[in-house]
């Protein structure tokens, strides 16, 4: 499985960004694809998943509202549109793939490079 994110960027609060993680090798209905991300010095944390197959989607508290995640099956592309950015949304984003739902990284077996997201006040 390969992943490759993109959309990272600087973005004043309030802004919207929309990041994409394209990925190979999703053939199965069971897939769950994965948002993380990682400030300095802090933990990787759950944002969103989907389910490949049905679409059904999961957010972290945090997100709600503002984030939505989406995919593209033909492409084979994920996407998490951010909208109402704020500071504390300063991270570096990681897309994963993983066989089932899971809130942490280890549930998650394929991972992407990450792409830093920067909300400027």
């Known amino acids: 499985v390969q992943l490759q994110a993109f959309g990272g960027g600087l973005v004043q609060v309030g802004g919207s960004l929309r990041l994409s993680c394209q990925a190979s090798g999703l053939t199965f209905s069971s897939h769950v694809m994965g948002w993380f991300r990682q400030a300095p010095g802090k933990e990787r944390d759950f944002v969103a998943a989907i389910r490949w197959g049905r679409g059904s989607v999961y957010y972290a508290d945090s997100v709600k509202g503002r984030f939505t995640v989406s995919r593209d099956r033909a492409e084979n592309t994920v996407y998490l549109q951010m909208n109402s950015l704020k500071p504390e949304d300063t991270a570096v984003y990681y897309c994963?793939?993983?066989?089932?739902?899971?809130?942490?990284?280890?549930?998650?077996?394929?991972w992407g490079q990450g792409t830093l997201v920067t909300v400027s006040s």
């Open positions: 994963a793939r993983g066989n089932s739902l899971g809130y942490v990284p280890a549930d998650y077996n394929s």
